[in-house]
């Protein structure tokens, strides 16, 4: 089982640019999730998804897109890269939504100039 | 909304103490909350999971209590060792019941002294 994978770990991206972050999970997990990772915020969530073919906004949804059209990918595009969006991103699953253990990806830092 | 907050930044302790991280929430009492530890650079690890019916429970050298009058969970750590170091968060579910989406805490910053 590799668990859940990111791609790629690292990005430096033009402010206006676009890009998808991959991730994927082994583990035939309905629930996926994206949140971010910011000094002294937390991680908050941006979007996440109960099983194939659902995906729904989390706290902090504006700039990002997902879909889900399987259940072992999740990715994560960014429309127009913007420096407020310069951040650690980290992607999850769990077998459930709800009380069940999140299993997370390595994270894939990014930078927006 | 619901509100988490983990009390301590940053906590120092010396090797062999307990260490005793808390998190406290605002509103309704969550269904269950969790725990994590979280290394620099690498995505955050699940520790423990209790219920509201659950007032302890115990993972080897970890111990998680969950006090719904007090709207508290502590977290210990006891014969703390240095690669005991690391963030830790504690997250509840955005929702009453055992659905929901999980808000985390900002973490609390372990550093063991040997």
């Known amino acids: 089982n590799a668990g859940v994978t990111q791609t790629p770990k690292f990005q430096v991206l033009k402010t206006g640019q676009s890009m998808t972050l991959q991730c994927a999970q082994d583990?035939?997990?309905?629930?996926m999730s994206w949140y971010r990772q910011d000094p002294g915020m937390g991680l908050r969530l941006i979007h996440y998804?109960?099983?194939?073919?659902?995906?729904d906004q989390g706290e902090v949804p504006n700039g990002y897109n997902v879909s889900r059209s399987t259940t072992e990918d999740f990715p994560l595009r960014l429309l127009s890269a913007a420096p407020s969006q310069t951040s650690v991103y980290f992607c999850?699953?769990?077998?459930?939504?709800?009380?069940?253990?999140?299993?997370f990806g390595p994270g894939t830092r990014l930078t927006v100039t | 909304s619901q509100k988490i907050e983990q009390n301590s930044e940053a906590l120092n302790i010396q090797e062999g103490k307990t260490a005793t991280l808390t998190c406290n929430y605002t509103?309704?009492?969550?269904?269950?909350l969790q725990w994590y530890r979280q290394d620099p650079g690498r995505g955050p690890v699940f520790l423990l999971l209790?219920?509201?019916?659950?007032k302890e429970k115990r993972k080897e050298r970890l111990k998680v209590t969950f006090d719904t009058t007090l709207k508290q969970s502590l977290f210990h750590i006891t014969a703390s060792q240095p690669a005991d170091s690391a963030t830790y968060l504690c997250?509840?579910?955005?929702?009453?019941?055992?659905?929901?989406?999980?808000?985390f805490g900002k973490g609390t910053k372990l550093s063991v002294k040997p």
């Open positions: 509103n309704y009492s969550p269904a269950y």
């Open positions: 999850a699953s769990s077998r459930r939504q709800g009380a069940y253990e999140q299993y």
């Open positions: 998804s109960v099983g194939a073919g659902i995906t």
């Open positions: 583990m035939n997990h309905e629930y």
């Open positions: 209790i219920r509201e019916n659950e």
């Open positions: 997250a509840y579910s955005d929702q009453g019941g055992s659905q929901g989406n999980l808000i």
